[in-house]
């Protein structure tokens, strides 16, 4: 066992952050410049739908009930949605965000995230994921690609990055058993 999927709390908070800093900081991840307080987070984000990659332990392989508080786990990747709209025809639509620690990559932390969201996402309603992937990001394309996202198609030029005009792929995945 790699990593447990749990939801994400507001004491992994530190953790995400972090992790999402070092995302930030890679040039590939995001048009984010920086990382946003615990409350800009928090409020533009699904309160469900949002998920924590931790460190198993020994006593994980007897547990019966859920593990629901990791503080003193190494968090090792994070996952959560985002509200495309608030218009109610758009409610069953959001867009997903991965991040990986740099310490944690290669360990398929990143697909074990998105496939704990997948099925979080359709358990509480939502028929269709999208992503804003950067052209260049080679190994988040292949990730949401092995999890059933399609591409949909290339903004090109849509925003900047400093001087730097930037494309983003966008993919989406359907799923097959919410609004079908």
């Known amino acids: 066992m790699d990593c447990l999927i749990i939801p994400m709390l507001p004491n992994h908070w530190p953790a995400v952050r972090e992790i999402?800093?070092?995302?930030?900081?890679?040039?590939?991840?995001?048009?984010?410049?920086?990382?946003?307080?615990w409350?800009?987070?928090?409020?533009?984000?699904?309160?469900?739908?949002?998920?924590?990659?931790?460190?198993?332990?020994?006593?994980?392989?007897?547990?019966?009930?859920?593990?629901?508080?990791?503080?003193?786990?190494?968090v090792l990747g994070w996952a959560a949605l985002t509200p495309v709209s608030a218009r109610l025809v758009y409610a069953g639509v959001a867009e997903v965000s991965v991040y990986v620690a740099p310490v944690a990559r290669g360990r398929r932390i990143g697909s074990t995230l998105l496939r704990g969201l997948v099925q979080e996402s359709e358990a509480n309603g939502i028929w269709t994921l999208q992503a804003g992937i950067f052209?260049?990001?080679?190994?988040?394309?292949?990730?949401?690609?092995?999890?059933?996202?399609?591409?949909?198609?290339?903004?090109?030029?849509?925003?900047?990055?400093?001087?730097?005009?930037?494309?983003?792929?966008?993919?989406?995945?359907?799923?097959?058993?919410?609004?079908?």
């Open 39 to 74: 409350a800009q987070w928090d409020s533009s984000h699904r309160k469900n739908c949002r998920l924590v990659a931790v460190e198993p332990n020994d006593n994980d392989e007897q547990r019966t009930e859920p593990l629901t508080s990791s503080s003193e786990r190494n």
């Open 135 to 180: 052209p260049e990001n080679a190994a988040s394309i292949g990730l949401h690609e092995s999890c059933g996202f399609r591409k949909v198609g290339v903004r090109r030029r849509i925003g900047k990055m400093g001087a730097v005009w930037r494309d983003v792929l966008l993919l989406e995945r359907r799923s097959s058993i919410v609004g079908v």
């Open 20 to 37: 999402y800093g070092q995302g930030i900081a890679t040039g590939n991840a995001t048009f984010a410049t920086e990382v946003p307080d």
